[in-house]
């Protein structure tokens, strides 16, 4: 008997709004501290389902467990995810302390707790001197810092991460994106990231989830999908934009 035992399953889950099918029959698996990208084009259904994962929309029928525990309706206060909208989500009228801080004080944690945490989490993010300062005040690679802070101060145990790159011009991009996958490394964290661009689900990805129109219609390696994507629309979605981009992706990995 094999001992595979996934962090997070998805089993037959399925959602609809009205008479749209918005997916049906979405099942895969999660190890502990993979960086899975859920990648697709633009209506195929990957925001809505990463907002079931994250208890912020209730699927129709399927099941979602956690290291064996069903978690399908359950509250999304109640399943120890974050999720890093792509503005970040960071309250612009308090300071980074106050932003990190927050989710512990409306865990009614004591002060003196809550400061040593959050300290902590500033910490190893390189983030002391920001502690006072306000959201506008820092670059976006260190608002995403203070977004993962967040993450981190609660011990979330899944980050789920929306677009986090769509509204960035390129050269911020490559400097996030390379700093995003440095704390995922570094603390272990295990990431679903939700994206429409093949070179960012290439270049950050363990695996990748493949979807369109409401199916999930390949599960592989970056480096294993691209090879193998010679027909259908793993092939026309991939080779409509990126041929040479995606080249320059597999180089950055090796």
Do not use: W
Request: hydrophobic share 40%; proline share 4%.
């Amino acid at each position: 008997m094999s001992n595979y035992k996934p962090y997070l399953s998805v089993d037959g889950l399925e959602k609809s709004f009205g008479a749209h099918k918005v997916f049906e029959n979405i099942c895969f698996d999660i190890q502990q501290g993979e960086f899975i990208s859920l990648l697709g084009p633009s209506g195929c259904g990957k925001t809505t389902l990463l907002r079931c994962l994250m208890g912020l929309e209730m699927p129709d029928s399927g099941h979602v467990f956690l290291e064996d525990r069903e978690i399908t309706r359950q509250r999304c206060d109640k399943r120890g995810f974050s999720i890093v909208f792509q503005d970040y989500g960071l309250f612009p009228h308090m300071t980074i302390f106050d932003n990190v801080a927050y989710p512990l004080r409306l865990q009614k944690m004591p002060r003196e707790q809550i400061r040593s945490r959050v300290n902590e989490a500033l910490a190893s993010l390189g983030l002391e001197e920001a502690a006072k300062k306000s959201p506008a005040q820092l670059s976006g690679g260190m608002q995403q810092r203070a977004a993962i802070a967040r993450s981190l101060v609660t011990g979330s145990k899944l980050l789920l991460l929306d677009e986090p790159f769509s509204a960035l011009d390129a050269m911020v991009k490559v400097e996030l994106s390379d700093e995003l996958k440095s704390l995922q490394r570094r603390f272990g964290i295990t990431m679903l990231m939700v994206t429409h661009d093949q070179i960012d689900a290439i270049s950050l990805s363990d695996r990748i989830l493949l979807m369109n129109e409401g199916h999930i219609v390949a599960d592989d390696s970056p480096g294993e999908l691209y090879r193998t994507a010679d027909t259908g629309f793993a092939k026309s979605f991939f080779a409509d934009q990126i041929d040479r981009r995606v080249h320059h992706a597999m180089q950055l990995r090796r």
